[in-house]
């Protein structure tokens, strides 16, 4: 939306003038002059919509968020997320100026989050101010913001998380969980696709206790954003079916209140509040420019701003007496009187609802229920065997039937990803024939929003899944990585992993998904070759707390092995083991992942009829197979063992460490085509006779 009205663009006359709004000033300018401060001691950042929107997010804490600083990790606390994290001074002047406690090691201290030489030193080397916000990194930071739009993706997740809690755990007279969610986003956001399809995705499920505030200051890094969007904003968001209101003026808090108190009674719509700013407000040459978006103003320009705030001029990081302490005595005092009900509430609770308390009790605290891991099938070799996908979707089934926050869904493809829990009704609001308390979820083709969906999702401490194919990974790559970033345990189920898609063709085949996958931090990717790989896969994923994992799942049948011949599936959780081994040192060593392995086998055995001693590796996870220590990755792969195949039907990129500069590698070296399955694999040489070919040439 446009602003058809006129907005000051500097400070007028008086504006610390005395009265009972006088305090609040003093905090509003204090937040603008840090902000402006710490973007210029560090020569880089966004300081103008920090300038701008300090009214708004001063307001939104001190006289309506439910949070206690004394205590960040308050289950029933209102969380708020930053989407626009490139004004990261804002929220750490929050931070900062709220008090809020530092939390180390799960546990809240009586140590600030962050002091005045924190923010003395932001994005500085080490610092605990970097550049965008960071989960785990800063107490107080509820997600970890940087790509535009992911912010408002994460906060759709934390609506649906809030929901889900308390349709679960709230019992009459025991209303644990009604909290909030606030979004501060801006125009960036509403130009990338995932903040539409979140919106949509919100609007659909009816959530309530989502509020985002959408910064209209119609600037970006080019200039204005009349040369890029030009769209009626707030008509999207009403045809999505949210409640649409308008703040004219971000400094109007009297107005912003109003509009606040409205978005909490709407209980059936998301809100989104339009509100008009003036980037870097009261900087007299540089406010309303887009000079003030990504640089900082200059000594001599924020010297004229903080004169026409009535600010000393000479003074960095100045913080007035009886800034803290009137936090202190609104956000902080509110806070924990609405935090301290709660613990009296929750402790009741135990007495009242013990088997509920103690679910809830693990979920806030990373636990695992006893004998999660009880009804994990044992899969009878079998020669057709099962697809992955259908092996993974058995025991999904089976752990989710023991861990009652383990929930998820697909992008519109829950029959092909096997992914649907079976008995469990479909998250969605009452309206929509469905409940909030329901664990599976229908994200819609959205797959983009669906990652950033969970991640939000996994904040809260549930165990959230999502599903797709491979191919469609490549949509999904931002929240992936941020998963990664903040050591969420989302999973992450890719079906379809190969050229053996078949007649979809090379639009649907993935050949690059793997190494992307592969070479993100923090993330443990697994492509299992058989059945009891896949269900080992899953012990060893949902024991994992600390990060993200992602299956690579077929679409055809794998053969099931007899795990009397050959070595037990247990071996996944070192990422790569000895299948199958000869009496004598082997000649030749064949190396595959996924619907490969049992080509390795076949070869395997054909060669050990001859007389030529060879071994077999399944090698489902090279990041947990890397994290092994030296002795055992050459107990598995032996230097001097030179004779070497690996086969994956997907880019050679990577292999080459396994294969050694001697070895073949059989893999993809373009996209594939449109045939059925087996077919292609003759054609682009995944063949019994190929790789028994390529093993007889290396074990000379």
């Given at each position: 939306m446009?602003?058809s009205?006129?907005t000051?663009l500097h ?8 009265g ?9 300018n204090?937040i603008?002059?840090?902000s402006m401060?710490?973007?210029?001691k560090a020569?880089?950042?966004h300081p103008?919509?920090?300038m701008?929107?300090?009214p708004?997010?001063y ?9 206690d600083p004394a205590?960040p990790?308050?289950p029933?606390r209102?969380?708020?997320v930053l989407s626009?994290g490139?004004?990261s001074?804002l929220?750490y002047?929050l931070?900062f100026l709220?008090g809020v406690?530092?939390?180390k090691n ?9 002091t005045?030489a924190?923010l003395?030193?932001?994005?500085q080397l ?8 960071e ?9 970890t ?5 992911q912010?408002?993706g994460?906060?759709?997740g934390?609506a649906?998380?809030?929901k889900?809690?308390a349709?679960?755990?709230?019992k009459?007279g ?5 909290h909030?969610?606030?979004t501060?986003c801006?125009d960036?956001d509403?130009m990338?696709?995932i903040?539409?399809?979140?919106a949509?995705?919100a609007?659909h499920?009816k959530l ?5 505030l959408?910064?209209s200051n ?21 045809a999505y079916g ?11 808090t009297a ?12 209980t ?7 509100v008009h700013s ?5 900087a007299p040459?540089k ?5 003030a978006h990504g ?6 320009e924020i010297r004229e ?7 000393p001029e ?10 803290q302490?009137?936090?202190q ?10 935090r ?6 929750f ?6 609802h013990?088997?509920?308390a ?5 979920i806030l605290n990373?636990k695992l229920?006893s004998?999660?891991?009880a009804q994990?099938?044992?899969?009878d070799?079998?020669?057709?065997g099962?697809a992955s996908?259908a ?7 089976a752990?989710?039937?023991?861990l009652?926050w ?5 992008a519109?493809?829950?029959p092909?990803?096997?992914t649907l829990?079976?008995?469990e ?6 309206a929509w024939n469905?409940?909030f308390s329901?664990?599976?979820?229908h994200f819609g083709?959205r797959?983009h929003?669906m990652?950033a969906?969970?991640n939000?999702?996994a ?5 959230p899944?999502?599903a797709?194919f491979?191919?469609?990974s490549d949509y999904?790559k931002?929240p ?5 970033l ?6 992450y189920i890719f079906?379809h992993?190969s050229?053996g ?9 993935p ?5 992307q996958l592969r ?6 990717t697994?492509?299992?070759?058989d ?7 899953w012990?060893y994923l949902i024991?994992?707390?600390d990060g993200?994992?992602a299956l690579?799942?077929?679409?055809q049948d794998?053969p099931?092995?007899d795990?009397n011949r050959?070595?037990?599936a247990a ?5 790569g ?6 009496k004598?040192?082997p000649?030749v ?8 392995l049992?080509?390795a086998v076949s ?9 030529i ?5 399944s090698m489902?996870?090279?990041?947990l197979?890397e994290?092994?220590p030296?002795?055992?990755r050459?107990a598995?792969?032996?230097p ?10 997907a ?5 080459d460490?396994?294969?050694g500069p001697?070895?073949?590698i059989?893999?993809m070296?373009?996209?594939g085509a ?9 054609k ?6 190929a790789?028994l070919?390529?093993a007889?040439?290396?074990a000379r």
């Amino acid at each position: 939306m446009r602003a058809s009205f006129p907005t000051p663009l500097h400070a007028p006359d008086g504006l610390n003038a005395g009265g009972a709004a006088n305090l609040d000033n003093l905090c509003i300018n204090t937040i603008r002059t840090l902000s402006m401060d710490g973007v210029q001691k560090a020569n880089s950042g966004h300081p103008g919509t920090a300038m701008a929107l300090a009214p708004v997010a001063y307001t939104l804490w001190q006289d309506v968020l439910n949070y206690d600083p004394a205590d960040p990790l308050w289950p029933n606390r209102d969380r708020f997320v930053l989407s626009i994290g490139h004004a990261s001074m804002l929220l750490y002047s929050l931070i900062f100026l709220a008090g809020v406690r530092q939390v180390k090691n799960g546990k809240v201290t009586q140590e600030p989050s962050l002091t005045l030489a924190d923010l003395e030193q932001f994005r500085q080397l080490d610092s605990k101010t970097p550049g965008h916000p960071e989960y785990g990194h800063t107490t107080g930071v509820e997600t970890t913001t940087g790509p535009l739009g992911q912010g408002c993706g994460n906060s759709v997740g934390m609506a649906i998380a809030e929901k889900w809690l308390a349709a679960h755990f709230n019992k009459p007279g025991f209303e644990l969980f009604n909290h909030d969610v606030y979004t501060l986003c801006g125009d960036g956001d509403m130009m990338e696709g995932i903040s539409s399809e979140a919106a949509s995705t919100a609007a659909h499920l009816k959530l309530g206790n989502l509020i985002w505030l959408y910064d209209s200051n119609r600037i970006s890094i080019e200039g204005s954003t009349d040369i890029a969007l030009t769209e009626n904003v707030a008509a999207r968001f009403t045809a999505y079916g949210w409640q649409v209101l308008e703040l004219k003026d971000a400094n109007d808090t009297a107005t912003l209140k109003t509009l606040l108190a409205q978005a909490k009674a709407e209980t059936e719509r998301p809100t989104l509040i339009v509100v008009h700013s003036v980037i870097a407000w009261g900087a007299p040459h540089k406010a309303g420019t887009a000079a003030a978006h990504g640089e900082p103003l200059g000594a001599e320009e924020i010297r004229e701003t903080k004169k026409a705030y009535g600010w000393p001029e000479d003074r960095s990081f100045y913080v007035p007496d009886g800034v803290q302490a009137h936090m202190q005595e609104g956000l902080g005092a509110r806070g924990a009187k609405a935090r301290t009900e709660w613990e009296k509430l929750f402790a009741a609770y135990h007495t009242a609802h013990p088997e509920l308390a103690a679910e809830l009790d693990a979920i806030l605290n990373g636990k695992l229920p006893s004998g999660w891991d009880a009804q994990i099938p044992v899969f009878d070799a079998n020669a057709k065997g099962l697809a992955s996908r259908a092996s993974s979707g058995e025991v999904l089934n089976a752990v989710a039937g023991r861990l009652p926050w383990l929930l998820g869904g697909s992008a519109d493809l829950a029959p092909s990803t096997k992914t649907l829990l079976k008995g469990e009704e479909s998250f969605q609001p009452p309206a929509w024939n469905g409940a909030f308390s329901g664990r599976n979820f229908h994200f819609g083709v959205r797959e983009h929003a669906m990652g950033a969906i969970v991640n939000g999702m996994a904040l809260y401490g549930l165990r959230p899944f999502c599903a797709g194919f491979l191919i469609f990974s490549d949509y999904m790559k931002a929240p992936i990585r941020l998963s990664a970033l903040m050591h969420l345990p989302v999973t992450y189920i890719f079906t379809h992993d190969s050229i053996g898609v078949g007649e979809d063709g090379p639009t649907h085949q993935p050949i690059e998904q793997l190494v992307q996958l592969r070479a993100t931090p923090g993330l443990i990717t697994f492509r299992p070759g058989d059945a009891n790989e896949v269900a080992e896969v899953w012990r060893y994923l949902i024991a994992k707390q600390d990060g993200p994992v992602a299956l690579a799942l077929s679409r055809q049948d794998l053969p099931t092995l007899d795990r009397n011949r050959f070595a037990s599936a247990a071996g996944v959780a070192q990422g790569g083991y000895v299948l199958a081994d000869s009496k004598e040192t082997p000649k030749v060593i064949l190396i595959a992942s996924g619907s490969e392995l049992s080509l390795a086998v076949s070869a395997y055995e054909a060669l050990e009829k001859d007389g030529i001693p060879a071994r077999v590796v399944s090698m489902p996870s090279w990041e947990l197979f890397e994290a092994q220590p030296q002795s055992y990755r050459d107990a598995v792969l032996p230097p001097a063992v030179t004779g070497r195949v690996t086969i994956e039907a997907a880019s050679p990129i990577g292999w080459d460490r396994y294969a050694g500069p001697t070895g073949e590698i059989i893999a993809m070296r373009g996209f594939g085509a449109s045939a059925p399955a087996g077919q292609l694999a003759k054609k682009f040489g995944f063949t019994p006779e190929a790789v028994l070919e390529a093993a007889r040439r290396q074990a000379r």
